[in-house]
């Protein structure tokens, strides 16, 4: 919840652009009166040759999650995914990589 009361929503894109909404992954805000707005859409590609953080490519799809202010109000963190790897991945993707 925002300081203001508004909510920011994960939101696994796939939309149609209704309501001037994007249809990537995104960070969408919902005020008190209930309207919409895109908030924060990934935009990221990554050339390859040029790893971030061991990746490289199209990072458009990664999922928003996890979205909370401090307690002060004053930050906004949000995390992506995806999460089929790793530790928090299913324990057959695991195995498999």
């Known amino acids: ?3 203001s009361g508004g909510l920011i ?3 696994d894109g796939g939309g149609d652009g209704a309501g001037g909404l994007s249809r990537g992954e995104q960070l ?4 008190p009166d209930g309207d ?3 908030f924060a859409e990934t935009k990221i590609v990554i050339p390859n040759g040029r790893p971030i953080g061991g ?5 458009r799809r990664l999922e928003w999650a996890g979205a909370t202010f401090t307690a002060d109000g004053k930050w906004l963190f949000a995390n992506t995914g995806p999460w089929n790897r790793g530790s928090f991945g299913a324990a057959e993707t695991r195995r498999n990589g």
């Open 1 to 3: 919840m925002a300081p």
């Open 28 to 31: 969408v805000g919902l005020t």
């Open 9 to 11: 929503l994960c939101e």
């Open 36 to 38: 919409l707005f895109p």
């Open 55 to 59: 990746r490289t490519g199209d990072q």
